[in-house]
């Protein structure tokens, strides 16, 4: 157990909701900076939601292969609990039938639903040719949107999707991936990075709701029908 983890221990056993928040957001400007893993594990959720008024937490972007060996690193990531619900795992990859085998692991272990990474910019996860690089293969990007609706099918998960209205600023493909996708059956999807101005301009498409992700910002936008 590392020390962020019992810290965010002793916050949970505090007496009132008050003192459990004053704590966790004393810890939080302290941690400012951490990598994004450290707000999307097990022992942070369930801290929020002893605080009240969490409903779907999602872990930190999962290597789909990486799951599938058993990484020990990995596996940490989709700890959960029973507390730990509703809850989403978010995949990453460029091999449909692996992603469509990690979306069936982490369904075994309860997940409410399954998010795929099209819109991580690190050099580690697009140098896989995964993350944002895959919307340059627009082919293998849908292949992979397909593999993971179809294999969460049988038991009804819902699929959302993480992406960027284009891989570069020249190249803002986006509404064109996000047609494909909700005809393949996703049931909503994360924009981010070139703006709201953009999101909005899609007009008509798609149906589901679309989410802008707004660095800085308390809060998403929303368009949409739910």
């Not at 986006?174 to 709201?196: C, D, N, S, T």
Request: charged content about 20%.
């Amino acid at each position: 157990v590392n020390e962020w983890t019992l810290q965010l221990l002793r916050i949970r056993h505090l007496g009132s909701a008050e003192q459990r928040l004053h704590a966790l957001l004393a810890l939080l400007v302290r941690r400012m900076g951490r990598r994004c893993g450290d707000w999307c594990d097990l022992p942070f959720r369930l801290t929020l939601r002893g605080l009240g008024g969490l409903d779907l937490a999602t872990t930190d972007l999962v290597n789909a292969r990486a799951l599938l060996l058993g990484s020990v690193k990995t596996l940490d990531l989709v700890m959960t609990s029973p507390e730990d619900r509703p809850w989403a795992v978010q995949i990453y990859g460029a091999d449909a039938s692996e992603l469509a085998q990690a979306a069936r692991k982490v369904e075994g272990l309860g997940a409410s639903s399954i998010d795929i990474n099209m819109g991580c910019p690190a050099k580690k996860v697009c140098n896989k040719w995964a993350g944002s690089a895959l919307m340059q293969d627009e082919t293998l990007a849908m292949s992979i949107v397909q593999a993971v609706v179809t294999a969460c099918q049988p038991h009804g998960v819902p699929v959302t999707l993480k992406m960027r209205t284009g891989w570069d600023r020249d190249h803002r493909n986006g509404p064109r991936i996000a047609r494909l996708a909700e005809e393949a059956g996703i049931a909503a999807l994360a924009a981010g990075w070139l703006g709201w101005s953009a999101v909005s301009a899609w007009g008509d498409v798609p149906a589901k709701p679309v989410f802008e992700v707004v660095p800085g910002k308390a809060g998403v936008g929303v368009r949409g029908a739910w």
